[in-house]
């Protein structure tokens, strides 16, 4: 089958690094895509990760390692904007894109 | 527009009604795929489209849910007989055919079932 998996919930502190992970299972994924949901509205891209390593798109990177079927989401500096749902996704070889459940961030004053 | 569309943007219907839920994806987009997400759970994925094709229905919960996509581009979600269970927002998603791995979402329906 195929599923991803992450934490439910993170916290963090306004303007520090907070790394969000991402594991899947599955075989034929092209690469592993973030988004980032606010309560009430619709998801949004945030990045995309075809090979191996790291992607650094101002203060969010992301990462990937295809041998370890694993990822990540790093934000930096972080915001009280950023609080937020993040959910990773992953897109086989039939175009069918599959979520995981979300990551929950919290970010304290 | 130059985004997703979906429409309605709330529908609160009563349990056993049937319901249409409408996406008009950004124009050129072909790939189109619905999913579901209640109240603070992840994007449950239902079906997609490529054209006018479902090569994936494995998602849809029950055969009261149906979907179809005409001309390559608007696609409604019929779900018939609503339950209560159904009550969740519906989203939906396209892709450029040169960009599959980013999705641009529609603002979503948000039905609720008495």
């Known amino acids: 089958g195929q599923s991803l998996e992450q934490p439910s919930e993170v916290t963090a502190v306004e303007g520090a690094i907070v790394q969000i992970n991402c594991t899947y299972q599955?075989?034929?994924?092209?690469?592993l895509s973030w988004y980032q949901q606010h309560d009430g509205g619709a998801p949004t891209f945030l990045s995309y990760n075809a090979l191996d390593g790291l992607e650094e798109t101002g203060r969010f990177s992301s990462f990937l390692s295809r041998s370890d079927s694993y990822g990540y989401l790093l934000l930096q500096e972080l915001q009280m904007k950023d609080s937020a749902s993040y959910f990773c996704a992953g897109r086989n070889r039939d175009d069918k894109i599959i979520f995981g459940k979300g990551t929950r961030l919290h970010i304290l004053p | 527009g130059a985004g997703v569309s979906q429409s309605p943007s709330n529908k609160v219907t009563e349990k056993g009604k049937d319901v249409e839920l409408r996406c008009d994806p950004i124009?050129?987009?072909?790939?189109l795929y619905w999913y579901r997400q209640s109240l603070g759970q992840g994007l449950e994925f239902l079906i997609y489209f490529q054209g006018n094709s479902a090569p994936d229905k494995s998602g849809l919960p029950s055969d009261r849910f149906s979907a179809e996509r005409t001309g390559g581009s608007v696609s409604t979600l019929t779900i018939q007989r609503t339950q209560q269970e159904d009550s969740a927002v519906y989203l939906c998603?396209?892709?450029?055919?040169?960009?599959?791995?980013?999705?641009?979402f529609g603002p979503g329906t948000r039905l609720t079932v008495l």
């Open positions: 124009s050129g987009h072909t790939a």
């Open positions: 998603a396209t892709t450029a055919s040169h960009s599959y791995n980013e999705q641009f």
């Open positions: 599955t075989s034929g994924f092209y690469g």
